[in-house]
Structures are given as structure tokens and as C-alpha cells.
């Protein structure tokens, strides 16, 4: 796995990052499933008909997908505010993943810029870095669209808005996510990606989906970011 990684980094220009799952568990402390539950019930005072299978839906941004995708935009902005002003309380007690600030840190000692492209908010994932001391290693950050799911990955939409803003080539940037919302959006994008399995149940399915390199652990990036550090900081002694 470390040998995947160390090959595909020598390739490799600019990180951008998932949030939810590479960076940290935002509903840790808030579980996503009480989210989902709150936003469904919503819906139902404000008269919304609803198909049966959102009623065990435990994924809040699927309930904002399904939302957006009635096309009644005043709903849809509803969902989203009360999305956004539930990540933005989740972040409080989000708990990071174990490794994702060394990956973070390494990568910008390494001269490699690194961007956040989240289905998640802005807002949100904004408060978390900064209440982590990271925002300083991290930009862009790019967020769910307003109120437009259709918009969210896999569209490649927002991973191309990173890539740009780095100003750097598609063909040299990696993605590391958690989904295969992820997996696809990079392919589209023409991204490399790094499938990062934190269940056992994701490894084969990443793997068919195409992802480069498959891991169970943010720590084999670290480790390849971290002795890339050490090469650039020995290539500068040499040459002072």
C-alpha cells in the first residue's frame, strides 16, 4: 500500500481533500442519522410529501439531493439553511481523522498546495479548520453549491473549481474521499484518487470504482508526504 502511495505521490502536484472522512468525522458528536431524521421532519410540518424510504433515510445530504431534485427551489433553500446551520454546530464536537492534520501539514512543508472539496458546507468545514489550526495550510476550500445538489460530487464541477484555483493540471492532482461520490467526481474530473476506506465494506467496492490506490489508514500518506519533506529539507542544506 505505502509503495501505491509513494509511486502515485511522484506524480502528484497539488492535494485536494474530502472533508467528511479524509480531514474528520463532522458527525461525530452529531450523528448524521438525528440530522437526517430532524430535516425529514421539517419536510413533513411543512406539508412536503414524502416517498416512504426517506423516512429511515440516515444521510442528510441525501435528503437535501432528494429535495432539490422535486425542483421547488423555496423548499430546497429551507433544507439547505437548516443543513448548514446543523454543520455548523456538528463541527463543534467533529472528531478528527487519525493521521488527516499530519497529511494536511506534511503536504504544505512538502510545496504541495492543498484544497478541500466537500459536499459539505463551506461555512462549516471553514470552522472546523479554523478552530484546528489548519487554515493556514489549506485554500481553497470549496463547498457544497447553494441550495443546488445537483451540483455536489460526483459533478466534477467542484473538483475542477479546486484544481483550477491551485493552479495546477488535473492529470497531477489526487483526490482523497471517503465515497464513491468521490471515486466518480475525480474520474470525471480526470483526477487521480486515493479511495480512503474507513469501513471494511468500501475496500473492494473503491476498487472497482477505479480508484488508484485503496487505503485503510490516512498514515501511508503521511508517511510519503512526510519523507518528501525530508527530501526537500536535505536538497536545501545541499544546496545553501
Request: aromatic fraction near 4%; hydrophobic fraction near 45%; include cysteine.
Amino acid at each position: 500500500m505505502s509503495a501505491d502511495v509513494t509511486r502515485l505521490f511522484a506524480e502528484i502536484d497539488a492535494v485536494l481533500l474530502d472533508f467528511d472522512g479524509p480531514v474528520c468525522s463532522i458527525f461525530a458528536g452529531h450523528p448524521a442519522r438525528d440530522v437526517a431524521a430532524e430535516l425529514v421532519g421539517m419536510l413533513r410540518s411543512h406539508g412536503v410529501d414524502l416517498p416512504s424510504h426517506l423516512a429511515t433515510e440516515s444521510d442528510p445530504l441525501e435528503v437535501l439531493r432528494w429535495t432539490g431534485s422535486t425542483g421547488v427551489l423555496e423548499t430546497t433553500r429551507m433544507v439547505e439553511d437548516a443543513l448548514c446551520e446543523a454543520e455548523e454546530r456538528a463541527v463543534q464536537t467533529a472528531a478528527p481523522t487519525p493521521y488527516g492534520r499530519e497529511v494536511i501539514v506534511a503536504a504544505r512543508q512538502a510545496g504541495l498546495p492543498v484544497a478541500v472539496v466537500s459536499n459539505n458546507s463551506a461555512g462549516a468545514v471553514t470552522a472546523y479548520l479554523a478552530a484546528h489550526r489548519l487554515m493556514g495550510h489549506v485554500a481553497p476550500v470549496i463547498g457544497r453549491a447553494y441550495a443546488d445538489p445537483s451540483r455536489m460530487k460526483p459533478n466534477p464541477e467542484p473538483i475542477l473549481h479546486a484544481v483550477r484555483a491551485l493552479g495546477a493540471s488535473a492529470s497531477r492532482s489526487v483526490l482523497v474521499g471517503d465515497s464513491l461520490s468521490d471515486i466518480d467526481g475525480a474520474r470525471s474530473a480526470g483526477v487521480r484518487v486515493i479511495g480512503y476506506a474507513n469501513r471494511p465494506a468500501k475496500v473492494d467496492a473503491f476498487r472497482r470504482a477505479g480508484s488508484d490506490v485503496v487505503i485503510t489508514s490516512m498514515k501511508p500518506i503521511a508517511d510519503v508526504l512526510t519523507r518528501r519533506c525530508e527530501q526537500v529539507e536535505e536538497q536545501d542544506s545541499l544546496g545553501r
